[in-house]
C-alpha cells in the first residue's frame, strides 16, 4: 500500500531532551512537510522540502530541524531549544504543482513529562 | 499571503439534519481550495478540492462545497449527516505557484447527536 509512516504514534521525551519524529513515503512524491497541531490552532506548517537536500523553514521553526537525505524519508528533530514542544505533529507529502493535494500521515503525539 | 477563517469551531448537529461549514479565504492571487476530515488521533484524509470549472464540487462520505469567488468562500455542506461524521474538519487553501502548500483554517468540530 502506497502511503505515509510516521513513528513512533505516541513519544514521551523529558525536558531538555531531543528527540527524533520518523516520517517515511512511498508515493514517490518530491515534497514532504511537517506539521504541528495544537487545539483550536488548526496546522502550523514547522519546515518542508522540496527536493532532496534542500529544505525551508515554515511558520514556525523555531526549536526544530529536519534533514532530507532521501526522497523517502524526511526526519523532524525536536530539540530542547523548543519551549513548548507538547504538541500532534503531522508529516505530508505531494508532488509540488497545479492544485495537487497533501496526503497526510497517522502523526506523532509528543507528550514532554 | 493567503489565509483561512473557519467561522464555527463547534458545530453541533442532529442526525439526519443538514449541515454547513463555513469557510472563507483572502487572497490576492487565484487559490485553490479543500476539505480534509480528521478523526480522533488520526491524519487529516481528503474530502474535496476545487481546482477550476464547476464551482460546485463533490466529494467523498457525500460532501459537497460551493466555491464562490466574488463572496472568498467555500463553505461545506451536507444534506443529511450522520453520526459517523463527526469529526474536526479544516478548510486550506493553497497559491499557484507556491511550494508552501497549503494554509489552513483553525478547524470546526462537527459533532453529530443522536
Known amino acids: 500500500d502506497g502511503g505515509i509512516t510516521q513513528s513512533p504514534k505516541y513519544l514521551f521525551r523529558k525536558e531538555g531532551q531531543n528527540v527524533t519524529l520518523s516520517c517515511e513515503q512511498n508515493l514517490n512524491h518530491d515534497a514532504m512537510y511537517w506539521y504541528r497541531q495544537d487545539p483550536g490552532q488548526g496546522l502550523r506548517l514547522i519546515y518542508y522540502s522540496q527536493i532532496v537536500n534542500d529544505f525551508q523553514k515554515g511558520d514556525i521553526a523555531e526549536g526544530y530541524s529536519v534533514s532530507r537525505e532521501k526522497k523517502e524519508s524526511f526526519p523532524l528533530t525536536v530539540t530542547s531549544a523548543q519551549k513548548n514542544p507538547t504538541a500532534f505533529y503531522l508529516c505530508?507529502?505531494?508532488?509540488?504543482?497545479?492544485?495537487?493535494?497533501?496526503?497526510f500521515g497517522q502523526g506523532t503525539r509528543l507528550t514532554v513529562v | 499571503a493567503q489565509s483561512v477563517t473557519q467561522l464555527d469551531s463547534q458545530v453541533p448537529v442532529f442526525e439526519e439534519a443538514p449541515v454547513e461549514l463555513r469557510c472563507n479565504y483572502s487572497s490576492s492571487v487565484s487559490v485553490y481550495l479543500f476539505w480534509y476530515v480528521q478523526y480522533p488521533n488520526q491524519g487529516l484524509q481528503l474530502l474535496l478540492k476545487?481546482?477550476?470549472?464547476?464551482?460546485l464540487v463533490k466529494g467523498i462520505n457525500g460532501f459537497e462545497a460551493e466555491f464562490n469567488k466574488s463572496q472568498t468562500s467555500f463553505h461545506l455542506r451536507k444534506p443529511s449527516v450522520h453520526i459517523s461524521d463527526t469529526a474536526e474538519y479544516f478548510c486550506a487553501v493553497s497559491v499557484s505557484g507556491s511550494a508552501r502548500q497549503l494554509t489552513f483554517g483553525s478547524g470546526t468540530q462537527l459533532t453529530v447527536l443522536p
Open positions: 476545487y481546482l477550476s470549472g464547476s464551482t
Open positions: 505530508a507529502s505531494s508532488n509540488p504543482g497545479t492544485g495537487t493535494e497533501a496526503f
